[in-house]
């Protein structure tokens, strides 16, 4: 009997804010998919636990301890796994934080953490590969974005400005490098229950980290420029941003 096909051409991927969450889930499948992972974020324990459950699954696994929102640190990370990794295929920037709040009491410290995470750590992580992947002809970069990217929600300032950033930062380095052989694809995720919602009730359609995991991985094996899960949500998200201000802002303010 033939083994059965893997369905993708992906040897090697760097994952952030894979210690837990989507990140630590969409490590899993790839892995399953026989990917072989490089896991960065900051908590090392938890980072050694799952490549250690990676390995016990008979794939491999590196580890990458790493701030993001230090650019010299994700750059050195994302330059050595590729080394040892004999090359990066895919790099997926996940690592994210978010902070809800009223504006009327957000302070600098708040809009400090998520742009040094979601904005300078993303786009140290994304960039860092891209030279050595355009020499070679071949890489894929994946931002992950969220439904928030849409539209500026209540509460969510800094946190939908930084995805917003995020989702057109992958839009033209996606128009810029497809020439190179280098693909992008951005993932805008609505409500999943991880650490980042911990302690909110029930969500509007929230999945689970690992069927999240599931729809980032189809898409990066189907190449997709841009997936919004789920369809629901994302049709909403989309419907919205045709709506004039003026009614967006009589709207907004119910959403939280
Ligand atoms: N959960 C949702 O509903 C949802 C919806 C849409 C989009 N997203 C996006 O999905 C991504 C993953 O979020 P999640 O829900 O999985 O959140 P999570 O469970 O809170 O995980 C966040 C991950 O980011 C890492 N991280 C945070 N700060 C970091 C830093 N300075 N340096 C390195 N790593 C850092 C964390 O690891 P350490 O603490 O170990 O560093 C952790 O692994 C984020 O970009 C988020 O914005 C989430």
């Known amino acids: 009997m033939m083994p059965a096909m893997p369905g993708h051409d992906l040897r090697t991927a760097f994952?952030?804010?894979?210690s837990g969450g989507i990140g630590a889930a969409l490590a899993r499948v790839m892995a399953r998919a026989g990917i072989q992972v490089a896991l960065?974020?900051?908590?090392?324990?938890?980072?050694?636990?799952?490549?250690?459950?990676?390995?016990?699954?008979?794939?491999?696994?590196?580890v990458y301890p790493v701030d993001v929102g230090d650019p010299a640190a994700i750059t050195a990370?994302?330059?050595?796994?590729?080394?040892?990794c004999?090359?990066?295929?895919?790099?997926?920037?996940?690592?994210?934080?978010a902070v809800q709040r009223w504006s009327g009491k957000i302070d600098w410290h708040d809009c400090e953490t998520m742009l040094d995470v979601n904005v300078v750590g993303a786009t140290?992580?994304?960039?860092?590969?891209?030279?050595?992947?355009?020499?070679?002809?071949?890489?894929h970069l994946v931002g992950?974005?969220?439904?928030?990217?849409?539209?500026?929600?209540?509460?969510?300032?800094?946190?939908?400005?930084s995805k917003a950033y995020l989702s057109a930062l992958c839009e033209s380095l996606r128009v810029d490098l497809a020439k190179a052989g280098v693909a992008v694809t951005e993932v805008r995720p609505g409500y999943?229950?991880?650490?980042?919602?911990?302690?909110?009730?029930?969500?509007?359609l929230e999945l689970t980290a690992e069927a999240a995991a599931q729809e980032i991985f189809d898409a990066i094996v189907a190449r997709k420029a841009?997936?919004?899960?789920?369809?629901?949500?994302?049709?909403?998200m989309r419907s919205v941003t045709s709506l004039p201000n003026a009614l967006w802002d009589k709207i907004a303010p119910k959403m939280t």
Do not use: C, Q, W
Request: hydrophobic share 50%; no cysteine.
């Open 40 to 62: 960065a974020a900051r908590r090392e324990p938890e980072l050694s636990a799952l490549a250690a459950t990676i390995a016990a699954e008979g794939s491999t696994a590196r």
């Open 226 to 236: 841009v997936h919004a899960f789920p369809l629901a949500m994302a049709a909403a």
């Open 86 to 97: 004999g090359g990066l295929d895919v790099v997926v920037a996940n690592a994210g934080v």
């Open 144 to 161: 992950v974005s969220s439904l928030a990217a849409y539209r500026g929600l209540p509460k969510l300032a800094v946190y939908s400005a």
């Open 192 to 204: 999943v229950r991880t650490g980042m919602n911990a302690g909110a009730g029930k969500l509007p």
């Open 124 to 139: 140290a992580t994304l960039v860092a590969p891209i030279a050595r992947m355009v020499e070679r002809g071949r890489g």
């Open 15 to 18: 994952i952030t804010g894979a």
């Open 77 to 84: 990370a994302v330059l050595r796994a590729d080394d040892e």
